[in-house]
């Protein structure tokens, strides 16, 4: 071995000579790490002698883990890697700039603009056309002022777009310092960022951890792992140094603890080794190269549409994904924002609520646009032809048609400009602006966002179900009362009243029956409280025993980890954790702690007053109960009994594996009751989400009593109110029909009176935060929000709408599959996050109310001005400035507001509340009336108002008048007061109110209006302006200033008088077709000739079921007096099931809907209960977590099973109601 090792070690030297410094070489372990099981043991055996050979090799040991010196630390990260994946190289500003110039819109008004200047430098014959020289001089000025002002919107998208991105690697980049993992250096266990971690450290790793780097294990504690996120196994895999000792990175620890010495860091390590195969690095060519090949994949796909092209494809999705997704926690927790383009091409997380709402409204409006700026350029064509040719009879010359095509590239322009006003671009801006802004502000307020989507849903919110410890209380937990030899002690009892030997029996069962990762260590500042580290109920324990004048590392440090026999460690189906002891004389010892009364059912013996023990009935357990255990619950402390038991050697070795027979006839030692206070200012937050609309319930672990009492103290009960308070049990109980399966119909008898869940299992959270998401009873559909800080609670927040991670607490699962992390695991933080969704709301309808307004008057003015008048009154460059102050200066200002208190005071927006509420459009359409009236007043009589020349009827090239500059500058000025207007929505009075403490907005409007005074007075010919006499100003600024008070006038007419008003920007009763699944529906024609091909009969069959379901759903939605042609325009819009083949999200279940999910039942509580659907296949949970609204929607249309392949993912559940 010896001698095959050193010249492995010889070869290595060739290729990088600091490799002789270690036994080993990269090479040489990464190959080791791609072995599993059984071959890897044999591997390690013949290079490396046994696991303690290697650490040899890698010079570090195994007890103290490396010196931890810098120059060791530095030769490992040069000799073998450092720990962090290079992330995506950010898009350069030009790419964006790039990026920016594909808009449609933009690029037609360039081509205008070019041909436009190219026409003004010829020169026609002057016998035709005797026009001034200076005149034709100015030609070129407008094209190139078009190009200018596109070149200015272009930046400004652009630096957006850019200020972006640099946000988002900033959040990585903080996402990753937050991650710390525990090492052990020099013989003290220390916890250091991910990114510093070596090969050749000892880490710790434990229950809920995600491994950040491969290791080999050295020693372990009933160690299970999920490694499906690179092996796609879903079992659970047991991890022992004997059968298979290998850790990989990127995979979770769903059970146990132990410590691995690590081989393989960064790059070399599994994760690192799939992703560079994924190109995690690279440029955007194979981007290009890799959205290819998934189109191809995608029609090849649909051709074979038989269940084995799925598997295939989600093989990819799953290899896709997994590595991007779940093992990014080296580079990010977040798959960057170039992760997040690379998948642009699988289905991304839905589009949130607000983004399907306004992405609806932005085409509508767009279409509206293109029609007027249509009927526009056609009108002014039509006009000049007609004058030209026919009432002026002149002859069509040859060397004028540069002339008249002159004349048609105007019309056309100013048609685009129509146009240009018209789209609403500055609404996705705002969006972005809003929510970019909201995030870098939560951060403060500790809340860190890890999908923008969920800062805007959470303003939605309508129920949050929230964890008790940690969340609701301090999570600093201290026994406070025990009961211990025959006796209740009400505060912590004087070590000399308690019998020596059950003391001793006491302290070596915490000691030894306590994590290791667990301590107390001395506090920070003189005179704080001891820190706690590790397992709060532990450190509880271990505080205890500190309290009993014993010292417990003294104990450890005689028995040290190494030396425990066996160790149950601690799952939420055990609900106890147990060790094993071999004693001196062969026999066993087991310690076991957990909740107190699943341990007291299992002791059989408990320790008298004089340490002896005597044997516990079930009627002494029934008198403990209620004497000692259900007061301390009454009193909210959670109850944890410690127990342990002999195994004689007589009786041989006891079978470990046979967990019921091990844990049983116990002797109890004693029931201790541990306190967690409630944060103090957790029932103040609470009050206020019960004011906003909001249900908070309480789903604990912990036993009823405990969890009612904590309940009552933070306000969730309040006396005197019928609510329900259930257990577990009792809850599987009474949502289970005969059968055992799930009925939504017996959730929504009991969710909306739920308060307090206790005794529950993961299981039972996600059963209740999928009832309740499903649920149709109430009239809006409930969006739930869930904390949650455990691994098991992964599915949970997963289903969520908005899950929160619990940033100190939480484990890196947990995280993993959350929107927000709660940096400060505090609830008042969650209420900030409602009020910053509210908010980002709000933003948007504000600068929607803006923009609309602006919208209606300038297309209506343009419009009518071309038509009436052969040329419009506001020119293409004076559109695109007042575009720039609608679109981008507006969605800064408004889009910035920050939030207020007020916005607790009223209840949830619904999923379907339109963006624009009857009230908004009141404010659209009378500031749109005043002021048309006035730009059309002072355009037909401003002339004879202000006693200057008329502006209509001017030549092609003539100077601009001091008539169209006052509309012009009219034009502005009521913007920008109306943007004060805009800033409130639900019709108060006060626009001032809060206005200095938003900077961004004075600035902007001072800042326009100052631009707007140097454009008039010196903008000249490219704005068409001429410089205006101060009175002239005065009288603009006055009729500027009219729309607010114009604005006071609208907000006295109660809105509830106009019946005629319609809402607009309706959530979803349409799915949005995101562009992907456009392209798939083109090509739908191909997947139906192949269909026949298959089964001609079948299909028929199954179109005749459809259009009879469909014909049902019409009729009942009639009976429900709703139309629904909204919904079954697009017979298309079913989610089309290679949508769902590769979503990357719960992959396991998305294409095999028979296997039971979380829990047995899931599976079938989808399946149809009463209502009218008759979907013949059972129907997998949808494989949208988040519900959004674009989900929500695509229930409308049952899905005809495809030939060979699962139904859609549509629950039946989602029926119409839901929808509408």
């Known amino acids: 071995m010896a001698n095959n090792s050193y010249s492995g070690v010889k070869n290595s030297m060739v290729e990088a000579n600091h490799d002789g410094e270690f036994g080993c070489t990269l090479k040489e372990l990464r190959s080791l790490m791609e072995l599993r099981g059984a071959e890897a043991l044999t591997k390690i055996g013949e290079s490396y002698g046994d696991i303690q050979g290697l650490c040899n090799r890698l010079k570090t040991s195994a007890v103290d883990g490396l010196s931890g010196q810098p120059t060791d630390i530095e030769k490992r990260k040069t000799v073998f890697g450092q720990n962090l994946i290079p992330p995506k190289k950010p898009k350069t500003f030009l790419q964006l700039v790039w990026e920016a110039l594909q808009d449609v819109t933009l690029i037609i008004l360039e081509v205008a603009a070019i041909v436009s200047l190219g026409l003004s430098f010829y020169r026609p014959p002057d016998s035709l056309l005797n026009s001034d020289e200076n005149e034709s001089e100015a030609g070129w000025i407008e094209g190139a002022a078009i190009l200018l002002s596109v070149i200015c919107v272009v930046l400004v998208t652009a630096f957006n777009d850019w200020s972006k991105e640099k946000q988002f690697r900033g959040l990585q980049s903080r996402i990753e310092q937050e991650q710390k993992f525990t090492v052990v250096r020099g013989g003290q266990v220390i916890q250091i960022p991910v990114a510093e971690i070596v090969v050749g450290d000892i880490a710790q790793i434990k229950y809920g951890d995600l491994l950040p780097a491969d290791g080999v294990l050295i020693q372990g504690n009933d160690l299970k792992i999920d490694e499906s996120s690179l092996t796609g196994e879903s079992d659970h895999v047991k991890k022992t140094q004997e059968k298979d000792p290998m850790l990989l990175s990127g995979t979770h620890v769903m059970e146990g603890s132990g410590k691995m010495v690590v081989t393989a860091v960064g790059v070399n390590s599994q994760t690192g080794i799939i992703f560079t195969l994924l190109g995690g690095g690279e440029d955007d060519e194979d981007d290009e190269e890799e959205k290819k090949k998934e189109k191809e994949e995608k029609k090849k796909q649909k051709k074979n549409k038989k269940q084995d092209g799925s598997v295939e494809n989600r093989k990819k999705a799953k290899a896709q994904d997994g590595a991007a997704m779940e093992m990014q926690p080296l580079n990010s927790d977040e798959g960057a924002d170039a992760e997040e383009k690379k998948k642009a091409n699988l289905p991304k997380k839905e589009k949130s609520v607000l983004q399907g709402k306004l992405t609806k409204l932005a085409v509508q409006i767009g279409k509206a646009g293109l029609v007027m700026s249509a009927i526009t350029v056609i009108i002014l064509v039509v006009l000049f032809v007609v004058d030209t040719f026919w009432i002026q009879n002149l002859p069509w010359v040859k060397d004028c048609t540069p002339i008249y095509i002159q004349f048609f590239v105007k019309f056309f322009i100013i048609g685009v400009t129509v146009l240009v006003v018209a789209v609403p671009e500055g609404l996705p801006l705002a969006v972005t602006i809003s929510l970019a802004y909201s995030v870098k ?13 969920a800062c805007e849903t959470m303003g939605n919110a309508t129920a949050i179900c929230s964890d ?34 059950s003391l001793d029996m006491l302290i070596l069962g915490i000691a030894v029956n306590c994590a290791y990762t667990t301590k107390i260590m001395p506090p920070e500042k003189e005179g704080g409280l001891p820190r706690q580290v590790g397992n709060k109920t532990e450190c509880a324990l271990l505080g205890f025993s500190n309290d009993l004048k014993r010292d417990y590392q003294s104990i450890r440090n005689e028995i040290p980890e190494e030396k425990l026999y ?16 071999k004693m001196a004389d062969g026999s066993y010892r087991m310690f076991s702690k957990g909740a107190s009364e699943i341990l007291l059912k299992k002791c059989y013996k408990i320790l008298t007053a004089n340490g002896e023990p005597k044997v516990f009935r079930p009627r002494d357990r029934d008198d403990m109960v209620k004497k000692v255990i259900e007061p301390m619950a009454s009193e909210g402390l959670r109850t944890i009994c410690l127990a342990y038991r002999d195994f004689s050697t007589a009786d041989g070795e006891p079978d470990w594996d046979n967990e019921n027979d091990i844990l049983t006839g116990l002797t109890c030692i004693c029931v201790v009751g ?7 200012e957790v029932p103040d937050a609470i009050r206020k989400c019960q004011r906003a609309g909001i249900t908070v319930r309480m789903v604990t672990g912990d036993n009823i009593n405990t969890a009612r009492a904590i309940a009552t103290k933070c306000g969730i009960l309040q006396p005197g109110d019928d609510f329900l308070c259930l257990e577990g049990k009792e809850f599987n109980r009474r949502i289970r029909n005969e059968k055992g399966e799930i009925e939504q119909e017996r959730i929504d008898k009991i969710w909306p009176k739920l308060r307090v869940l206790a005794r529950s299992s993961p299981t039972d959270k996600h059963t209740l935060v999928k009832g309740i998401i499903d649920s149709t009873v109430a009239e809006q559909r409930q969006v739930v929000a869930v904390t949650g800080d455990g691994t098991n609670d992964g599915p949970a927040l997963k289903k969520a709408d908005v899950g929160f991670a619990m940033g100190i607490a939480g484990t890196d699962v947990a995280k993993e599959a959350s929107d927000i992390i709660l940096t400060d695991d505090n609830f008042s933080s969650i209420v900030k996050a409602v009020m910053w969704g509210r908010n980002v709301y709000d933003s948007i309808s504000k600068f929607l109310q803006f923009q609309l307004t602006v919208n209606v008057v300038a297309v209506i003015v343009a419009f009518t001005g071309a038509c009436i008048t052969q040329d419009s009154p506001l020119k293409a460059v004076q559109m695109l400035w007042v575009n720039l102050i609608m679109d981008t200066f507006a969605s800064l200002a408004l889009a910035t507001e920050p939030p207020t208190e007020s916005l607790l005071l009223r209840k949830p ?11 908004m459009m009141k404010n659209i359409l009378g500031q749109g009336v005043y002021q048309l009236i006035i730009i059309f007043t002072l355009l037909f009589a401003g002339e004879k108002l202000f006693d200057i020349d008329s502006g209509r009827d001017a030549p092609l090239h003539a100077p601009p008048s001091e008539h169209y500059t006052i509309v012009f500058n009219t034009f502005v000025l009521m913007q920008l007061f109306n943007e004060i207007n805009a800033r409130k929505i639900h019709g108060e009075r006060n626009v001032f109110e809060g206005i200095f403490n938003n900077m961004i907005f004075c600035s902007i409007v001072f800042g326009t209006f100052v631009i707007q005074i140097v454009i008039v007075q010196f903008g000249g010919k490219p704005f068409s302006c001429v410089a205006l006499s101060i009175d002239q100003w005065l009288w603009c600024t006055f009729l500027g200033f009219g729309s607010l008070l114009w604005g006071q006038v609208i907000s006295s007419i109660p809105t509830s008088r106009l019946k005629f008003l319609k809402t607009a920007g309706h959530g979803t009763q349409k799915e949005e077709i995101p562009d992907e699944e456009l392209e798939e529906l083109e090509d739908m024609d191909e997947i139906d000739h192949a269909e026949r091909e298959l089964r001609r009969g079948q299909i028929l069959w199954f179109r005749g079921l459809n259009r009879i379901q469909t014909q049902i759903r019409v009729v009942n939605a009639f009976r429900s007096s709703i139309s629904l042609y909204e919904g079954l325009e697009k017979p298309e819009s079913r989610t089309s099931i290679h949508n769902f083949m590769t979503h990357p999200e719960f992959r396991i279940e998305d294409s095999e809907p028979h296997i039971p999910l979380i829990d047995d039942t899931d599976a079938e509580d989808d399946a149809p209960t009463k209502r009218n659907s008759a979907s013949p296949t059972p129907v997998s949970p949808s494989p949208n977590q988040n519900n959004n609204a674009v989900e929500s929607s695509n229930h409308l249309l049952p899905e005809p099973p495809k030939s060979g392949t699962p139904s859609a993912p549509g629950s039946p559940l989602h029926s119409l109601e839901t929808s509408l």
């Open 909 to 919: 927006y619904g999923r379907n509340k339109p963006l624009i509420s009857r009230t």
């Open 441 to 453: 502000k939560m951060m403060k307020d500790n809340n860190l966002v890890r999908h923008l989507d």
């Open 674 to 680: 541990i306190e967690d206070p409630v944060r103090p």
């Open 566 to 581: 066996k160790v149950y460690t601690f799952n939420s189906v055990r609900k106890s954790m147990s060790t094993v002891l």
């Open 468 to 501: 008790k410890t940690g969340t609701l209380t301090m999570n600093r937990m201290t026994v406070v009362q025990a009961y211990i030899a025959e006796k209740h002690y009400k505060k912590i009892p004087e070590p000399e009243n308690i019998p020596s030997s």
